[in-house]
């Protein structure tokens, strides 16, 4: 199997551009933010609190109550939580928020690596995330580190959840970007950073067509 491991801070492009690349040498594409994504959304429907001082009660709820599945539908990753697909509730700032703070817990990252580690092991994979090069995938045949300026990507996901009509504002989600790349940087437990053999693509200046088809073509020299 072919395994391509894309790693990056949020609103760097990232997910569109994997998922188009995906499509065009298809290969399947995984979001593994969705993965903690549903986690946090689990532990907020269920009452459940997130924080550090939390993390035993954490991962036993996610052990014995959690069932979390990935599918495709039509080339889409759709993502069920004890059989209801959330795919779309987890595209909120609230569980953007959780998500990080749940992202930060070693026993949460744990519960979710033998599931991405079975899905690259048994599909041509693009796998998009914060430590798929690091710790998911150390062994991909390509990693790629994408990032651009926090103002550009904040910017990109304003326009986004402006797109699916929330009610937030530009400097709101700056605030979040950043305290965001904060937590995920800082974090002790596989924090976001270059795998030393990544190749750093940075889309600040780049139209989305321009990231797709380098990308697709670094993908195809391998
Ligand atoms: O990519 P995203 O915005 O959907 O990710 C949501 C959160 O999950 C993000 O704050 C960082 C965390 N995350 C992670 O720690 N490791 C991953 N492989 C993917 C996401």
Do not use: W
């Amino acid at each position: 199997m072919i395994n391509v491991a894309i790693d990056g801070p949020v609103g760097a492009g990232k997910s569109s551009v994997a998922r188009e690349c995906a499509r065009r040498i298809g290969f399947i594409y995984v979001d593994t933010g969705a993965l903690y994504r549903s986690c946090a959304l689990f532990c907020l429907r269920n009452g459940i609190d997130i924080s550090p001082d939390n993390e035993n009660a954490i991962a036993a709820a996610l052990e014995e109550r959690l069932e979390l599945k990935l599918d495709r539908i039509d080339g889409e990753q759709h993502v069920y939580v004890n059989g209801e697909d959330v795919s779309d509730d987890i595209r909120t700032l609230k569980v953007s928020k959780a998500a990080s703070d749940i992202s930060a817990l070693p026993s949460v990252r744990k519960y979710l690596l033998s599931l991405q580690r079975s899905i690259a092991a048994e599909n041509n994979v693009i796998m998009d995330g914060r430590d798929i090069g690091t710790v998911i995938l150390p062994n991909a045949d390509l990693k790629i580190f994408i990032t651009a300026k926090p103002e550009i990507r904040a910017k990109r996901r304003y326009d986004e959840l402006v797109a699916k009509g929330q009610n937030v504002t530009l400097g709101e989600v700056l605030v979040e970007v950043n305290r965001r790349d904060y937590n995920d940087t800082h974090r002790k437990e596989a924090p976001l950073k270059q795998a030393e053999d990544a190749i750093l693509i940075d889309t600040s200046e780049l139209s989305f067509e321009e990231t797709v088809s380098g990308l697709t073509e670094l993908i195809m020299s391998r």
